[in-house]
């Protein structure tokens, strides 16, 4: 599977999760391209992709940043928006800021998407076991859905 896994990140925090999904992507065996939507988008939509892994930081009061939303809008200009079931998104935040803010980038762009898969949800940077074992578990979770998904589909069994 083609997987493009696009972040943006403020403090290297989400960057550092998407490392970790990227890494545990191509461990199940998939082709990743790692991409920081703060690039040339063209460029990376310019291959095509199964699954697309959105990451994100969390902006004042709960909102996307606006680097992300460019990407989206690229996104959406590209081709038109990914189905839904093949998008997934991740994002880091911080608590102290208020529960109904935390992670707000990353349920707001979930919504946007209407994406059926949990949003990982990771507090400031990610570290220990704990973060790892959540970390690989959504991945597991997500990886196993579209595989499911391309399996029922037979013009997917036959490419």
Not at 17 to 35: E, K, M, T, Y
Not at 121 to 138: C, F, K, N, V
């Amino acid at each position: 599977m083609q997987i493009l896994v696009a972040y943006a990140s403020l403090s290297g925090n989400t960057r550092d999760v998407a490392r970790q999904l990227a890494a545990r992507c191509q461990w199940h065996g998939h082709q990743v391209r790692l991409f920081d939507v703060d690039g040339d988008a063209a460029h990376a939509l310019a291959r095509p992709h199964d699954l697309l892994l959105l990451g994100s930081w969390t902006d004042n009061a709960g909102r996307t940043p606006a680097e992300m939303k460019r990407f989206v809008a690229a996104v959406r200009d590209h081709g038109g928006l990914p189905s839904a079931q093949r998008v997934a998104v991740f994002g880091t935040g911080e608590t102290q800021w208020g529960l109904e803010y935390y992670c707000g980038a990353a349920h707001r762009l979930a919504r946007f998407f209407s994406s059926p898969h949990a949003v990982l949800e990771i507090e400031q940077m990610p570290h220990g076991a704990a973060d790892t074992l959540a970390i690989h578990s959504w991945a597991d979770t997500v990886l196993a859905h579209i595989e499911t998904l391309d399996h029922a589909d037979p013009a997917r069994r036959h490419a």
